[in-house]
């Protein structure tokens, strides 16, 4: 299945540790948010386990394979960036296809896989624009067919809502919880709000200074009786 265990995870950057020592078991098809100061080691975790970046020691579990030291493609994750990191000169569905491309599947088998993910994201209509004749929203949404397209075990989202407008915020917010609940897969992600993680997660992460300083239901963790 779909399971996340870290055991031992830690990164070091030269004498800094970033990230210290975590364990942590995320079982499959759970909504997971990671909150904590700035520098705690949120982002590093999730580039440790999207393969961005390599374990300095620890092991990274997923299903009954050990995804460790594998290249980000051959894991079973996916990470949706920040900045959309879209290819300009890629039609929305050539953009959405890419990585299919990558993995060596004929033409006919990406646009359709391609099509079923743009359907998912309400995106059909946009299948032959550019990015740049996109709002931001919908870039956003690209971005987030491009990493589902691969069908991922585990989605990991740094910040996906801090650069939308409060209203897209929400809608976003609620589409990423309608998603993740279809797919059934486990999304993790990092976030500087508690609103957010109140309103989304089944399980709450909170991080400080490279460890895991509490996680559990939001219940667990925010309500102070
Ligand atoms: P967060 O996502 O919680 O803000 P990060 O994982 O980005 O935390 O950073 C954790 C610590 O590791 C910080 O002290 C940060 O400066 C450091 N760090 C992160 N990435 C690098 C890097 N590529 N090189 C050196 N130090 C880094
Ligand atoms: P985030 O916390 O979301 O990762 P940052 O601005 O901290 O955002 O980091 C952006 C990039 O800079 C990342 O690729 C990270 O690895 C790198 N980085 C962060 N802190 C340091 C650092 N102290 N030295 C070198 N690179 C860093």
């Not at 982002?43 to 299903?63: K, V």
């Not at 460790?68 to 949706?80: C, E, I, Q, V």
């Not at 993790?188 to 509490?214: F, N, P, R, S, Y």
Request: hydrophobic letters at 40%; glycine letters at 8%; aromatic letters at 6%.
């Amino acid at each position: 299945d779909g399971t996340l265990e870290l055991v031992k995870v830690t990164k070091r950057y030269g004498e800094t540790v970033a990230v210290d020592a975590v364990d942590l078991r995320v079982p499959a098809g759970t909504y997971c948010c990671f909150l904590g100061p700035s520098g705690c080691g949120k982002s590093s975790t999730l580039r440790m386990i999207a393969g961005h970046e390599i374990a300095s020691s620890g092991d990274i579990l997923l299903g009954h394979g050990n995804i460790t030291n594998l290249p980000p493609s051959k894991r079973g994750t996916a990470m949706m960036f920040q900045n959309y990191a879209l290819f300009p000169h890629l039609t929305v569905r050539d953009n959405i296809a890419f990585s299919l491309k990558m993995r060596g599947q004929d033409k006919a088998a990406r646009y359709a896989k391609a099509a079923s993910v743009m359907e998912l994201v309400d995106l059909g209509p946009f299948a032959d624009r550019m990015p740049a004749q996109l709002s931001g929203g919908q870039q956003q949404r690209v971005a987030l067919a491009r990493a589902l397209v691969t069908d991922p075990g585990i989605l990991l989202l740094d910040e996906p809502l801090s650069a939308l407008d409060p209203f897209l915020r929400l809608r976003v917010r609620t589409e990423l919880k309608r998603l993740q609940r279809e797919l059934g897969i486990s999304f993790l992600h990092v976030t500087h709000g508690q609103d957010e993680a109140m309103a989304l997660a089944d399980l709450v992460v909170i991080m400080k200074d490279g460890k895991i300083e509490q996680s559990g239901t939001p219940q667990d963790v925010f309500h102070r009786p």
